[in-house]
Structures are given as structure tokens and as C-alpha cells.
């Protein structure tokens, strides 16, 4: 469905330039650039089911099993009536099943709410209740960019070609997901952390974006070699020496990002029967997220901060109380980024028309291995229940061809020949 009053997205964009030129042909700027994204659109499901008309009812059967009674109030002298059972809402058998048992010792409102408007229609928590999901796109959203922009360039002389940027930024919106993705669901599910965890508190979701990076570092270079025919060493070499001596050049593309940030999930449906809520943490501020080494692979947070998560009283990743949604979004920053591609080339010219050109080139020439945030790893979850918690891989591995290093991560070692006929 489509929000009748749709508007049409708009983007203001605005910046601050400034040019020197240096001797050697080298030439820096340093910019400011501001983005500002209104009426954009986002995707949700509109019809969201929410557990607040079951919340007390709710609690009342959490005291209830805590006091060793059925969760109806049955089975002991300090039992307290259920309203929605008393109501006739739902059955006593429905919230006594083990189904619903497990519920209340995970705090699963939503979850329980979910439950009961499939199985009993009289409380009406769901919106329509002639449709399950339904995959609403309004142009509520809104997005904030600002950074500085910094490069510097040198003009091909001499043989030598450098350029160099760096960028400073933060990005803001409230949804960073493609709405129409994902065969039009608008990549809505229960279980992403990309999806909005209550559409009923969209401050909530007003975070970093997805793929903000606050630093941004690359640099380029073409390097040929001064020997040879015509070249500072070598300029007057025979055919034969100049064969062997010149013709050489290098070339190299370094870069370097900061983490992209990921949310941390609680794995249960505390709050609405669309979502996991995000984790609540106690203790002090959220931890790092550096990368580690284990037993089980690398990891960004530690599986020993999700240990008790349902006893606030201790530190650590816990499950938000029923009906709470947990933390914000994107409060955690995944692992860096760095790759560093060379090429080597040697060219010898056959004739005044025909050149032959041998290349080895080398992507992620250090083979260092890049890891992903557990949302998008190989191997890990940013679930708190999850048992590859906060493990961002197992093991590093080549890209698939229909996507980059920088997408999966977890890139080795790609070395490349070629030999190219030039005439």
C-alpha cells in the first residue's frame, strides 16, 4: 500500500570549496558538503501488532508463574486473575501451554500478543485483520549528511601520477534500506536489524545510517620507472637493453574505512509481533567493539556480556522488559576496513606501431583479511541469544564474482596476469 498523500522526496545539497595549486603540479582542496533529505521514503508494516492491550495481563502471569502458579493464577494460594482470561478473551489452556510459558520467561509480549490475535480475534490488536503483513510506503523519512572533504591531486609528469582523498562524515536518517527491495517486501523482516523495530516511535530509529563510515581514506599512484630508452638511466640503451630495462611501471589503489555500525538485537518479540526489540545493555556505557581473536573466530563484542540477560540486576546485554523496545539504532561500530591493490607492468615496443604489454596485478596484495559487522559476516549474529554472537567470521575466504571485497569482507589473496597487444 502506498501512503495517499505520498509527497515527492527532495534533497538540498550545499558545500564549501577551496582550491590551492602547489608547485610540481600538485593541487589541493578541502571541501564542506551538507545533504539534507526530506520527505523520503520508507517501508514498514502497517499492520503491526502491538502487545500494549495484553501488557497487564501480561505481567500478572510473569508474577504468577514467579510465585510458582499456573500463569492463569491456578495451582497456588497467590494466584492472581488474568483480566484477558476472566474476559473470556482467550482460553485458560492458551496462556498455561507451554507455548506461552516460554513467553513469559523471555519477556515475549509481542510475541504472546502475535499468538493470541492468531488464535483469538476478540481483543482486535491487530490493525486489519483481514490482511497479515502489509508492506506500507509513505515519504515520512529523512536523512542528514555533513563532511569534509579533503584531496589532493598531481598531473601526470615526470612519470609519476598521485592522487589522494579523505573524507570526515557522518550520515543520519531513520531508514537506510531499499523500500521497494527485496521483491517489493520493501526488505521488511522480523528478524533484520536494518527493519524499523516499532513503527509507533520513529525517534527510535533516527541513528547513523547503515553505510555511514566516519573516515574514508584513498590513494592512487602510476610510477614509471626512469629506466630505459629515452628515461634518466638508461636514455641511450640499445633495443636489446631497453628490452630488459625499460618499459617498467607500477601502480598501486590503497584504502582505508572506518567500521560501518550494526544493532545489537534482543531476539525476542518484546514490544510488537513485527520485530525482535533492539537489546538493552546495564552496567555503564555500551563496550567496545575491537576486534578480537577466539576460540570460535573473530569476534566484535564479547559473548561473556550476554550471560543472565534476563536479571538486570547484573551487567551486560540484556532482553527489554515486556512492551520496551530496547536500545537505539546503530550504536555499535563494526571492524575497519583496508585493502591495498598493485599492479606491476613491463611494455615492449615491437615496432613504431605495436606494443606488448605484460601485467601482474595483485587485489588485497597483503592479504589482509577484512571482516564484516556480525549483522552481515559469514558466520555471526548481532542477536544477544544467538550462539555466534558478536563472531564476525570463521574463516576468510574469496568474494564470489557477482560481488565486491568491500561487500563481503573476508577477502584473500587475488593475484591476476595478463598480456595485452597494443597496436
Not at 333 to 349: A, L, R, T
Not at 363 to 390: E, K, Q, R
Amino acid at each position: 500500500m502506498f501512503d495517499p498523500n505520498w509527497k515527492l522526496p527532495t534533497v538540498h545539497q550545499w558545500d564549501l570549496s577551496i582550491q590551492h595549486q602547489f608547485a610540481h603540479g600538485f593541487v589541493a582542496e578541502a571541501s564542506y558538503v551538507g545533504k539534507r533529505g526530506i520527505r523520503l521514503e520508507r517501508s514498514y508494516d502497517l499492520n503491526q501488532i502491538n502487545a500494549d492491550p495484553i501488557l497487564p495481563s501480561f505481567r500478572i502471569m510473569q508474577s504468577n508463574v514467579a510465585n510458582g502458579c499456573q500463569p492463569d493464577g491456578t495451582g497456588c494460594p497467590r494466584g492472581q486473575s488474568v483480566p484477558i482470561v476472566t474476559s473470556g478473551a482467550v482460553s485458560a489452556a492458551f496462556v498455561n501451554s507451554a507455548t506461552t510459558k516460554t513467553d513469559l520467561s523471555q519477556n515475549g509480549a509481542g510475541n504472546f500478543a502475535g499468538r493470541t490475535e492468531q488464535n483469538f480475534l476478540g481483543l482486535r490488536i491487530r490493525p486489519n485483520q483481514q490482511f497479515n503483513i502489509i508492506t506500507y510506503i509513505d515519504s515520512g523519512g529523512d536523512s542528514y549528511y555533513h563532511a569534509l572533504q579533503t584531496t589532493l591531486r598531481k598531473r601526470f609528469s615526470s612519470g609519476l601520477l598521485i592522487g589522494a582523498a579523505y573524507t570526515f562524515s557522518k550520515s543520519i536518517d531513520d531508514q537506510s534500506i531499499d523500500p521497494v527491495g527485496s521483491s517489493s517486501g520493501g526488505n521488511l523482516s522480523t528478524t533484520s536489524p536494518r527493519s524499523p523495530a516499532n513503527i509507533r516511535d520513529w525517534r527510535n530509529e533516527r541513528g547513523i545510517s547503515d553505510f555511514n563510515r566516519y573516515h574514508t581514506f584513498t590513494a592512487t599512484g602510476v610510477y614509471e620507472l626512469p629506466f630505459g630508452r629515452g628515461k634518466k638511466i638508461g636514455g641511450n640503451a640499445n633495443r636489446f637493453a631497453d628490452h630488459v630495462i625499460g618499459g617498467w611501471s607500477i601502480n598501486a589503489i590503497v584504502t582505508s574505512m572506518s567500521g560501518e555500525p550494526f544493532t545489537v538485537r534482543s531476539g525476542v518479540f518484546t514490544a510488537n509481533f513485527s520485530h525482535n526489540s533492539r537489546a538493552n545493555f546495564v552496567g555503564g556505557p555500551l563496550p567496545s567493539t575491537d576486534l578480537k581473536n577466539g576460540p570460535a573466530g573473530p569476534y566484535v563484542l564479547s559473548p561473556s556480556l550476554v550471560t543472565d540477560v534476563y536479571n538486570y540486576d547484573t551487567p551486560g546485554f540484556k532482553v527489554p522488559l515486556p512492551g520496551d523496545d530496547g536500545l537505539g539504532r546503530n550504536l555499535m561500530i563494526g571492524p575497519s576496513y583496508f585493502n591495498m591493490d598493485i599492479g606491476i607492468s613491463k611494455s615492449f615496443q615491437l615496432s613504431e606501431k605495436v606494443k606488448l604489454q605484460l601485467r601482474a596485478e595483485g587485489f588485497n596484495a597483503l592479504n589482509h583479511p577484512n571482516f564484516d559487522t556480525p549483522t552481515n559476516a559469514s558466520v555471526g549474529t548481532p542477536s544477544i541469544l544467538g550462539t555466534t554472537f558478536g563472531q564476525t567470521c570463521c574463516a576468510t575466504l574469496a568474494p564470489p564474482s557477482t560481488q565486491t571485497i568491500i561487500q563481503t569482507g573476508e577477502s584473500g589473496r587475488i593475484i591476476q596476469f595478463a598480456l595485452k597487444l597494443i597496436f
